[in-house]
């Protein structure tokens, strides 16, 4: 499990009260609200929750690739990156920091890559776009770029189709394509999902090789805590839009202090020991609708430690002397999370 090494580096990227909200058919509906953190070069930052918890919404908002028709951005919000807030910018600016300056791995690389082009056009297409490269250098470009994402014979390879490669192979050349202008932040929107075992530890390997030669941030968005344990540096936890958490992965693993946090790591499949034959715990109900909201702490109709004043008051995400961050009225104590394990 890897420990924060970057939590007192500049920010390459800075988030400050993030809400998103959408037009619907049932009125307007805040997805994410006042999402604040900050990202350090060459720093891996895990992004957890269940479906439907903002993270997606949140990367897709850092980057302004929501319908602009349909989505609505809080007037407090900002995303300072390189000196200049991107909620501000205009789509000219976006275009140029969009897949140069900061790149993204879209979560199903089928339909990320487009059916009827061959691999390397769409790998030089960032390319011509981004760079002075001719036509010859970007080609170069896009070989080498396969090359070092361990994708075998690459000079054949750029000729063929997406559908002529297996998943893990399609996964590659998007990450190849995100890297290929070599991006100061790379978010990764569940990059290994629907991938098996193997090919999901070779992706995360090649992730974190390129993190240390290039040194570049990554905000790794995913639901498999397995996959945060091995990456990250620090995590983030969202719940209803909200974040509810943030530590080191040490800290939230093992001292998480919001009962969530605890809840989901209690979730995580354990084989052997005292666990065997046991039923696998799980959180009783379900996210709340974005459109009814408890008037309290969001997690409260599911938190086994619901007071009263859970059921009434939303807790303030507050920063602990250590650095870390919990919305709760009553975080977790040291005793609480080994007793909530067994451990006593």
Known sequence: MNASTNSTAAPVLSVRNL???????????????????????????????????????TSKSIMRLLPEHLTIYGPDSKVMFEGSD???????????????????????????????????????????????????????????????????????????YPHQLSGGMRQRVMIAIALCCEPSILIADEPTTALDVTIQAQILDLMASLKKKLNTAIMLITHDLGVIAQVCDRVLVMYAGRVIEDASVHDIFYRPQHPYTQALLESIPRSGGKERGKRLPTIEGMVPSLHELP?????????????????????????????????????LSADRTAAARGET
């Open 19 to 57: 809400t998103t909200s959408f037009r619907t058919d049932m009125g307007i509906v805040t997805a994410i609200d006042g999402v604040s953190f900050d990202l350090a070069a060459g720093e891996t930052l895990g992004i957890v929750g269940e479906s439907g918890c903002g993270k997606t919404v």
């Open 86 to 160: 991107l909620m501000k910018a205009n789509e000219r600016t976006m275009r140029r920091v969009r897949g140069d300056k900061i790149a993204m791995i879209f979560q199903e690389p089928m339909t990320s890559l487009n059916p009827v082009f061959r691999i390397g056009w769409q790998l030089e297409e960032a390319l011509k776009y981004h760079t002075d490269l001719n036509r010859s250098e970007r080609r170069e470009r896009a070989i080498e770029m396969l090359r070092l994402v361990e994708i075998p014979n690459p000079e054949h390879r750029v000729r063929e």
């Open 295 to 331: 008037s309290g702490c969001r997690f409260s109709e599911r938190c086994r430690y619901c007071e009263d004043r859970c059921v009434q008051e939303e807790p303030d995400l507050l920063r602990a002397e250590d650095g870390r961050r919990v919305r709760c009225h009553f975080p």
